[in-house]
């Protein structure tokens, strides 16, 4: 019965081999260089996620399914002794330490020491005696066992995400004491249940409890793409964070890279010329996100493309931004655009007329557009009419930060140059006036309030994907030439855990 479940246990591990083996991904001879996204988690963090490694290890026990165990022996005197442990159930666990290390190019090794835990459920025997008598018994028993247990899990790629391989998994029992219900039953018996199914239920054990393991290292890597992927999602738009090349486990850290590439309708995105390197990231933060300018940029473009650049700015908004300084140069525009008309019977409608460009450099991202501005005028009972409409090429260098929660972009440097200026009051164009101030006003306060809008926006955004249930810890955003790094520290996001395991559970 043994050698046949060895061979059972030895088929499936082949199989495994097989499955990892047929669903390996392809990569190119370069594939540094199809890289848009890259993650990098480092030993701290490691450390820190290990610390609720007993949560997962109490579900693995608990979802782990026993089968009955049954098995005979001949005893002389007595015949032949059958005996079956059945509806074994897991109980009063408790985890006394784990430890994890970063094993360089093979795998993630966890040590769990003195796992304690009580196995209960009935055992029925019976015996066929010399003289033809047979008598069958059941009783009530307990397990208490106290087991240290080594996990080495690989990271491989499976249909182009990243897949954890647990199944390189070893028990190793320190106690196994079998209690028989009341310890009614004579001492013989109970010896003799100890000694000759002690090796079985070790082997039943260990074969579930690993499978249950493995299981749910799989499952775990599955749940956490589905998060990465539902993050990267908005609507229409989204990010391919398929697999550039195989996930690497340094000493130090574990690191994955992901093609980038956006996902919106019929729109084709390429990245042939990534300047991702690993030495462009460092180890002295938990966590690292590396992104290509040119994800940035594709991203813009779907946004473009999906209606989603355009403004409208109203009442006490458009007052404010006509208002910003009180000047003759000021007083005068206001009457030429306006004509003594309300700002609550206007509308400033802001648009981008062509794709944005988007450059990552040491003073910050630089977004370059073409931009269209027509203030509409609605009087009370009269036609509406078009009092300004110009088109401008802007340039503006942000900042960007995280700071309680909130996305802060912060404009440093801006250039503006008239495309088209049309005024309806002033059709020649010849007051530069005019001109001269909406300049200053679009500089001062128009790029200012566009970006005001787009904070909210994108927080929301991030918000609604989860990002405020994390406990991020000094966060920083540091822009370099066409790539940028969002590093940072974090708390251990327990609303994921208990998200998983109700899920998984």
């Not at 503006?396 to 404009?411: F, G, H, M």
């Not at 005019?434 to 300049?439: A, D, G, H």
């Amino acid at each position: 019965m043994l050698w046949a479940g060895g061979m059972r246990l030895g088929t499936a591990r082949i199989l495994l081999m097989l499955v990892h083996a047929a669903a390996a991904c392809e990569f190119g001879p370069m594939p540094y260089s199809v890289t848009g996204i890259v993650f990098r988690m480092t030993k701290p963090a490691a450390l820190l996620l290990n610390q609720e490694t007993a949560r997962l290890i109490q579900a693995a026990f608990k979802n782990a399914k026993f089968p009955n165990i049954t098995g005979e022996r001949s005893m002389r005197f007595l015949g032949t002794v059958a005996y079956t442990l059945a509806n074994i159930q897991v109980s009063d666990l408790s985890i006394e330490q784990s430890e994890v290390e970063l094993k360089e190019n093979d795998a993630i090794d966890i040590a769990i020491k003195n796992v304690t835990a009580f196995f209960r459920g009935t055992l029925t025997y019976g015996y066929a005696g010399a003289w033809f008598l047979q008598l069958f018994h059941s009783v009530d028993f307990e397990i208490q066992s106290s087991i240290d247990l080594q996990i080495n899990i690989k990271l491989l790629c499976q249909e182009e995400q990243v897949a954890a391989d647990a199944s390189d998994c070893y028990l190793s029992f320190h106690k196994l004491m079998l209690h028989l219900q009341g310890d009614k039953e004579p001492g013989w018996l109970k010896q003799l249940f100890t000694d000759f199914i002690s090796f079985t239920l070790k082997f039943v054990l260990k074969r579930e409890l690993c499978k249950e393991i493995n299981l749910l290292a799989q499952v775990m890597a599955n749940f956490v793409h589905n998060v990465a992927e539902n993050f990267v999602q908005d609507e229409a738009i989204g990010l391919d964070i398929s697999l550039a090349s195989d996930p690497l486990i340094k000493a130090n850290y574990l690191e994955s890279h992901h093609k980038g590439l956006v996902l919106y309708k019929n729109y084709s995105d390429v990245l042939s010329d990534s300047v991702f390197s690993p030495s462009l990231l460092s180890e002295s933060r938990m966590l690292y996100f590396w992104i290509s300018e040119h994800i940035l940029n594709s991203l813009a473009s779907a946004a473009f493309l999906d209606g989603r650049l355009v403004l409208a700015i109203r009442g006490e908004k458009l007052q404010a931004l006509f208002e910003f300084e009180d000047t003759e140069a000021q007083q005068k525009a206001v009457h030429l655009i306006f004509q003594g008309n309300s700002y609550n019977d206007s509308v400033a409608k802001v648009w981008s007329l062509a794709l944005p460009e988007i450059s990552l450099q040491p003073e910050g991202t630089v977004v370059k557009s073409l931009v269209a501005v027509e203030i509409s005028i609605f009087p009370p009972g009269e036609e509406p009419l078009t009092a300004l409409y110009m088109e401008e090429e802007i340039t503006v260098t942000i900042q960007a930060a995280y700071v309680e929660k909130k996305l802060i972009l912060r404009p440093v440097d801006s250039q503006i140059e008239f495309k088209v200026f049309n005024c309806t009051a002033d059709p020649s164009g010849n007051d530069q006036s005019v001109r001269n101030f909406l300049q200053k006003m679009i500089s001062a306060v128009g790029i200012p309030e566009v970006i005001s809008k787009i904070e909210p926006a994108l927080t929301s955004l991030m918000n609604s994907k989860g990002l405020h249930l994390f406990e991020i810890k000094n966060p920083e955003i540091i822009t370099r030439k066409r790539y940028l790094i969002v590093q940072l520290d974090f708390s251990f996001p327990n609303h994921l855990l208990l998200d998983f395991l109700e899920k998984t559970l």
